[in-house]
């Protein structure tokens, strides 16, 4: 196969393609359920973060825009959350129902790698749009297959860490501890993505070395 090299865009550029996807499916989403969680209590807080999100997959979907990935799973997961909380009327199965969806992602991410569909390549894209026969080449399949493992465990201590917060812990500090741990734990996995992602690509010489600002910063962190 020929040898397809990649040139990742400035990180301006970068930043700016994934700040939407995150705002709209992980940062506004949090931020309306904490203001109305103290204005109007947890059922307006629900109520509105669900209608932010699928307002925000519908305005994709008029416009003809890609959804992206992290913005849909945000969207079917408060969808099961709020049929749960509301069919047993109970807001403690609203906040544990996001720590088994992610034991539920943690199972997608692992049934998707013997199924040669890597989620993390999904998601990737996302953030980092990849020319398709730089996507296909053997190395970087390889990688994407290694990272979803990676993600899998990510997602795993995630939701053991909510869940040991849900049940020990009153509702604010388990939503601050939550979030804080969250942030820490999935932080340090994009940390380490990003890090072997450029040395596994320079490494099979498919990494263009024109962008040095990139270029550095993997030097440093590798």
């Given amino acids: 196969m020929p ?16 700040i939407r996807p995150v705002l709209e499916g992980v940062i506004i989403p949090l931020a309306l359920f904490y203001v109305f969680l103290w204005r109007s209590g947890v059922w307006g807080a629900i109520t509105v973060a669900l ?8 305005y994709r979907l008029v416009k003809g825009q890609r959804v992206p990935g992290i913005l849909m799973l945000g969207a079917l997961g408060m969808t099961v959350r709020t049929v749960l909380a509301v069919s047993t009327q109970s807001v403690f199965f609203y906040f544990l129902q996001p720590t088994l969806g992610t034991v539920v992602v943690a199972g997608a991410f692992l049934l998707s790698v ?11 894209e996302d953030f980092l749009p990849m020319p398709d026969a730089f996507r296909e080449h053997p190395a970087v399949r390889r990688y994407f297959l290694r990272i979803t493992l990676l ?72």
């Fill in 3 to 18: 040898i397809t090299t990649f040139q990742p865009p400035p990180l301006l550029t970068l930043a700016r393609h994934a």
């Fill in 51 to 58: 209608i932010w999100s699928w307002g925000a997959v519908a």
């Fill in 114 to 124: 013997p199924a040669g569909r890597p989620l993390a390549a999904r998601l990737a």
């Fill in 151 to 222: 993600w899998a465990l990510v997602q795993l201590a995630n939701a053991a860490l909510a869940f040991w917060l849900l049940v020990s812990q009153p509702v604010p500090v388990f939503l601050a501890a939550k979030t804080a741990g969250s942030l820490v734990l999935t932080a340090a996995a994009i940390a380490v993505s990003t890090v072997v992602f450029f040395r596994s690509m320079r490494r099979h010489g498919l990494l263009s070395s024109s962008q040095p600002a990139l270029s550095a910063a993997a030097h440093i962190v590798g």
